[in-house]
């Protein structure tokens, strides 16, 4: 056997490793000794636009209209350029106001849905236009609000009486889309029936085949006088695939409209959150439903377990560090998470997503603003990528990135050129960008959201040379948005 030379091998090693990057203009992870961290080498090309950046970054919620004389939440909406935003929960974060749901606005079931006056249209009214003031678009829940109510549930239960419920439901789209009793031409596209009714009694009292059931009369009325609309559901908790299939094979067999199919995923894995599109498109397809599209309409970074975050286990101060801290559900690693799905969803079938949520009064705990009306990192995350979509919306080639890293460019009006790069914890001796169709000198301007009690991004100026951007040594999360000089 021949015995090797390690300084002779290690110097081979990084030789080719730089002759290799030099060959292959695509994102490198270059050799590092045991125990220390790789440099990281990106690329993005502004010569070469491959289509739009897709809109995923939807939410739950408009601006909350509860104290909205105080509250300070449109300017903070506006702001980010969310895109698809579903009314789900809307009650909660406007206590004492009757908003979205079913019941709230249409309040005695025995009263004449096919009378105007029997609807209360008028909170619902504002809070949709906020929505639409911001600029994003509506997807409106049929349906009810989840309930931790005890010891009993109210209005979370399957309806008794499939054609009025039918009729109601039918009122509620021709107020909004055709001006009917005093109302809007707002051309609603998606309309959701219900929420979660595969988790029992917080949403649905009996079983997931009565939701089928339910799912496929309400579609089919609502299509029947509607046929521009899109309508789907199921809305169920996580991305089960008997569950899916359940329903799909039900809509088929029944010849159930089904325009958009949605599920949630709740997790701490990137890699999770990112397949899931993949999973449900397949299933999808192999039974005929190649044109519905694909709604993952509740998710949110989740690294905790239920019974901490609804207070059965744990304590005051462990929720607090896990609400707040770095780690925690609306800390960097969260903000690092929620912007690198929001970029590898680029490259999945995924038509929508809505985070949930913008706020929410009555749980800190989900919110992208908290209940004193300051953005969590995770807000400003979402407002990096929002940026992207309204300035430079046309998606430009990067590389591929390695681990969990993830990088976005977009280029627009004005000769708009942006970068987003994310890290989820990981680590690099040097994170790099090779850019190219930009000038190969000159200087970026640069937010970063980085670990620390400081919420809102850091911004820096940063000078490059012969086309590579260097920001420097990576240890654990964080997001940056850079911005290129406009042209001349």
Same mark, same amino acid.
């Given at each position: 056997?021949?015995?090797?030379?390690?300084?002779?091998?290690?110097?081979?090693?990084?030789?080719?490793?730089?002759?290799?990057? $030099?060959?292959?203009?695509?994102?490198?992870?270059?050799?590092?000794?045991?125990?220390? &961290?790789?440099?990281?080498?990106?690329?993005?090309?502004?010569?070469?636009?491959?289509?739009?950046?897709?809109?995923?970054?939807?939410?739950?919620?408009?601006?909350?209209?509860?104290?909205?004389?105080?509250?300070?939440?449109?300017?903070?909406?506006?702001?980010?350029?969310?895109?698809?935003?579903?009314?789900?929960?809307?009650?909660? #974060?406007?206590?004492?106001?009757?908003?979205?749901?079913?019941?709230?606005?249409?309040?005695?079931?025995?009263?004449?849905?096919?009378?105007? =006056?029997?609807?209360?249209?008028?909170?619902? #009214?504002?809070?949709?236009?906020?929505?639409?003031?911001?600029? &994003?678009?509506?997807?409106?829940?049929?349906?009810?609000?989840?309930?931790?109510? &005890?010891?009993?549930?109210?209005?979370?239960?399957?309806?008794?009486?499939?054609?009025?419920?039918?009729?109601?439901?039918?009122?509620?789209?021709?107020?909004?889309?055709?001006?009917?009793?005093?109302?809007?031409?707002?051309?609603?596209?998606?309309?959701?029936?219900?929420?979660?009714?595969?988790?029992?009694?917080?949403?649905?009292?009996?079983?997931?085949?009565?939701?089928?059931?339910?799912?496929?009369?309400? $579609?089919?009325?609502?299509?029947?006088?509607?046929?521009?609309?899109?309508?789907?559901?199921?809305?169920?908790?996580?991305? #089960?695939?008997?569950?899916?299939?359940?329903?799909?094979?039900?809509?088929?067999?029944?010849?159930?409209?089904?325009?958009?199919?949605?599920?949630?995923?709740?997790?701490? @894995?990137?890699?999770?959150?990112? @397949?899931?599109?993949?999973?449900?498109?397949?299933?999808?397809?192999?039974?005929?439903?190649?044109?519905?599209?694909?709604?993952? #309409?509740?998710?949110?970074?989740?690294?905790?377990?239920?019974?901490?975050?609804?207070?059965?286990?744990?304590?005051?101060?462990?929720?607090? !560090?896990?609400?707040?801290?770095?780690?925690?559900?609306?800390?960097?690693?969260?903000?690092?998470?929620?912007?690198?799905?929001?970029?590898?969803?680029?490259?999945?079938?995924?038509?929508? @997503?809505?985070?949930?949520?913008?706020?929410?009064?009555?749980?800190?705990?989900?919110?992208?603003?908290?209940?004193?009306?300051?953005?969590?990192?995770?807000?400003?995350?979402?407002?990096?990528?929002?940026?992207?979509?309204?300035?430079?919306?046309?998606?430009?080639?990067?590389?591929?990135?390695? /681990?969990?890293?993830?990088?976005?460019?977009? !280029?627009?009006?004005?000769?708009?050129?942006?970068?987003?790069?994310?890290?989820?914890?990981?680590?690099?001796?040097?994170?790099?960008?090779?850019?190219?169709?930009?000038?190969?000198?000159?200087?970026? &301007?640069?937010?970063?959201?980085?670990?620390?009690?400081?919420?809102?991004? =850091?911004?820096?100026?940063?000078?490059?040379?012969?086309?590579?951007?260097?920001? /420097?040594?990576?240890?654990? @999360?964080?997001?940056?948005?850079?911005?290129?000089?406009? $042209?001349?």
């Amino acid at each position: 056997m021949t015995e090797r030379n390690p300084r002779r091998t290690r110097l081979f090693l990084l030789i080719a490793a730089a002759f290799a990057l $030099a060959l292959e203009p695509q994102t490198a992870r270059l050799a590092a000794e045991p125990g220390r &961290a790789p440099e990281i080498v990106l690329t993005a090309d502004f010569s070469q636009t491959i289509g739009p950046i897709k809109k995923v970054n939807g939410t739950n919620l408009g601006p909350r209209l509860s104290n909205s004389r105080y509250n300070g939440h449109q300017a903070l909406f506006n702001a980010a350029h969310f895109g698809l935003v579903r009314l789900h929960d809307a009650p909660h #974060d406007n206590p004492g106001l009757r908003v979205a749901d079913t019941h709230l606005v249409f309040g005695n079931m025995n009263s004449d849905p096919s009378d105007p =006056a029997n609807y209360y249209f008028t909170s619902t #009214d504002d809070y949709i236009q906020t929505i639409l003031d911001g600029g &994003a678009t509506v997807m409106y829940r049929l349906g009810t609000s989840i309930e931790h109510s &005890a010891p009993h549930t109210y209005f979370v239960k399957e309806p008794e009486d499939y054609e009025k419920t039918g009729e109601i439901f039918a009122g509620i789209v021709r107020h909004y889309n055709r001006g009917w009793g005093n109302g809007f031409h707002h051309n609603i596209e998606y309309w959701e029936i219900w929420n979660e009714p595969n988790i029992g009694p917080a949403m649905w009292d009996k079983d997931f085949a009565a939701y089928c059931r339910f799912y496929a009369a309400m $579609a089919k009325r609502l299509k029947r006088e509607f046929p521009e609309i899109k309508v789907g559901g199921p809305a169920i908790a996580g991305c #089960d695939q008997e569950t899916l299939s359940q329903f799909v094979d039900y809509c088929r067999a029944e010849n159930a409209p089904l325009d958009f199919c949605s599920w949630h995923v709740y997790t701490a @894995s990137l890699d999770e959150i990112v @397949s899931s599109p993949a999973e449900v498109r397949r299933l999808l397809d192999e039974r005929g439903f190649t044109e519905t599209e694909l709604h993952l #309409d509740e998710w949110h970074y989740f690294n905790s377990t239920w019974g901490e975050v609804q207070g059965q286990s744990g304590d005051l101060e462990s929720r607090n !560090a896990y609400n707040n801290g770095d780690a925690g559900l609306n800390g960097i690693d969260a903000a690092a998470f929620d912007a690198a799905a929001l970029i590898r969803w680029q490259d999945t079938p995924l038509d929508g @997503s809505c985070y949930y949520c913008t706020s929410m009064a009555t749980d800190d705990t989900w919110g992208l603003i908290d209940d004193f009306r300051i953005p969590f990192k995770t807000y400003y995350a979402f407002r990096m990528f929002g940026e992207m979509t309204a300035e430079a919306p046309n998606r430009i080639e990067c590389g591929a990135a390695p /681990g969990r890293f993830a990088i976005l460019g977009g !280029a627009g009006g004005g000769g708009a050129k942006r970068l987003m790069v994310v890290s989820f914890k990981e680590k690099a001796a040097s994170l790099k960008i090779r850019v190219s169709g930009v000038p190969q000198s000159g200087t970026v &301007a640069v937010e970063s959201l980085d670990p620390g009690k400081k919420r809102e991004p =850091a911004v820096s100026e940063l000078t490059y040379t012969d086309g590579v951007i260097d920001l /420097g040594p990576i240890d654990g @999360s964080t997001v940056k948005l850079i911005r290129f000089p406009a $042209a001349n």
